[in-house]
């Protein structure tokens, strides 16, 4: 008698669909997460400059309130007749709002020129959303 050869058989064991699904979700829960962190980047950078005009709208803003407080005082010299000490008062506030003037201006028009959206999270955010339409 011969011995009967014992067959084995090695199955790869393939995910069941439920595993596929868990994975899937954990896949999507990490990149919804990166992606979050990428447009919080963006944002804070895109922050940063804008308070940087925001900074020159302020210093606009001290600079015009000194003007202000100067015209005041020149006012109160007028007041007192005395020409040429208002005179050089009031020359001398309207310089300096004339400056805070400019330095507000320019701090507004370079914050109408910012782009404060965060484009590259969302064109990342666009190009997933691409991806998983197609392998679907």
């Given at each position: ?6 067959r ?5 064991e393939?995910?069941?669909v439920g595993e596929?699904?868990?994975d899937?979700?954990?896949q999507l829960g990490a ?7 990428l ?6 950078a ?15 803003g ?5 003007g202000?407080?100067?015209l ?16 050089s008062a009031?020359?001398?506030?309207l310089?300096?709002a ?12 370079a ?15 666009r190009?997933?959303?691409?991806l ?5």
């Amino acid at each position: 008698m011969t011995p009967t050869p014992i067959r084995t058989t090695t199955t790869v064991e393939e995910p069941s669909v439920g595993e596929l699904f868990g994975d899937l979700s954990r896949q999507l829960g990490a990149l919804v997460r990166q992606e979050a962190r990428l447009a919080g980047t963006e944002l804070r950078a895109k922050a940063s400059n804008a308070g940087r005009e925001l900074g020159l709208v302020a210093a606009g803003g001290a600079l015009a309130y000194a003007g202000l407080l100067v015209l005041l005082a020149a006012l109160v010299m007028l007041l007192d007749l005395v020409l040429p000490l208002w005179l050089s008062a009031l020359l001398v506030g309207l310089v300096v709002a004339g400056a805070g003037y400019a330095l507000i201006r320019r701090g507004l028009d370079a914050l109408k020129q910012q782009d404060l959206q965060p484009r590259t999270a969302l064109r990342s955010i666009r190009e997933d959303v691409t991806l998983i339409k197609e392998a679907a």
